[in-house]
């Protein structure tokens, strides 16, 4: 079982529609959830991290946890061409103290 | 200053060949990290520096070899490498040591590598 596991996509949504990635890990010992967003050619941004179960809202950007599932989800509403990119997860913590990150979910928004 | 500096942003060099990859902070950060990322891969953690000790290897081979000068910088010296390294190295860090902060990793823009 990989430690972070994402749906590598693509995931297509229209313009305007809310676009949900997901993100499973394996550590049961895992304290903090980041999600990056990554341009072809570009280095991973840090956009938003979570730390407790519930929901945290940033603008446009929603990012849930379940620690009793393992779950990590990202929602983005209003979709934009702009967030045409690849969308990493990254877990901390548990055993490894290591940020380690899933494949990545490429999501492509179609104007 | 919020930003990692990497340089070169581009590197070409053949296989006998010994360059040095540089990365730079001024955001009094005390972790340091250097990532291989191959394309449609995610980054894969090479090295982890705490108060300029290393702390992490990722049983990486002895061609690479990482170097942290001070509080500010971190190099990765390359020596005799093969065309499977040409990748994009990151180097990262973090206000934490433990990278356990909701501030996460800030990623430089990367030094694409390739080996001829």
């Known amino acids: 079982q990989k430690e972070v596991e994402q749906n590598s996509g693509p995931l297509s949504v229209p313009e305007g529609a809310i676009a949900s990635l997901n993100c499973t890990y394996s550590d049961r010992g895992s304290q903090s959830f980041f999600w990056y967003r990554q341009y072809s050619g570009k280095s991973p941004e840090l956009i938003m991290s979570?730390?407790?179960?519930g929901d945290k809202e940033d603008g446009r950007f929603t990012a849930q946890l379940n620690k009793a599932s393992q779950y990590v989800s990202l929602l983005i509403r209003d979709s934009q061409p702009s967030d045409s990119a690849t969308y990493l997860c990254?877990?901390?913590?548990?055993?490894?103290?290591?940020?380690?990150f899933g494949t990545g979910t490429l999501l492509a928004v179609q104007p | 200053d919020t930003e990692v500096t990497q340089t070169p942003k581009h590197l070409v060099m053949g296989m006998t060949n010994k360059k040095s990859l540089k990365c730079e902070q001024h955001m009094g950060h005390r972790a340091m990290y250097w990532y291989k990322q191959k394309a449609k891969k995610p980054p894969e953690l090479m090295f982890v520096y705490s108060y300029e000790k290393l702390s992490i290897n990722e049983s990486v081979p002895s061609r690479f070899s990482p170097e942290c000068p001070n509080s500010s910088l971190l190099n990765l010296h390359l020596h005799a490498l093969q065309p499977e390294d040409s990748a994009l190295y990151l180097c990262?860090?973090?206000?934490?040591?433990?990278?356990?902060?909701?501030?996460?990793?800030?990623f430089g823009s990367g030094t694409r590598l390739t080996v001829v």
């Open positions: 979570i730390y407790s179960n």
């Open positions: 990262a860090s973090s206000q934490d040591p433990l990278g356990g902060s909701s501030y996460g990793y800030t």
């Open positions: 990254a877990v901390y913590g548990g055993a490894t103290n290591k940020l380690i």
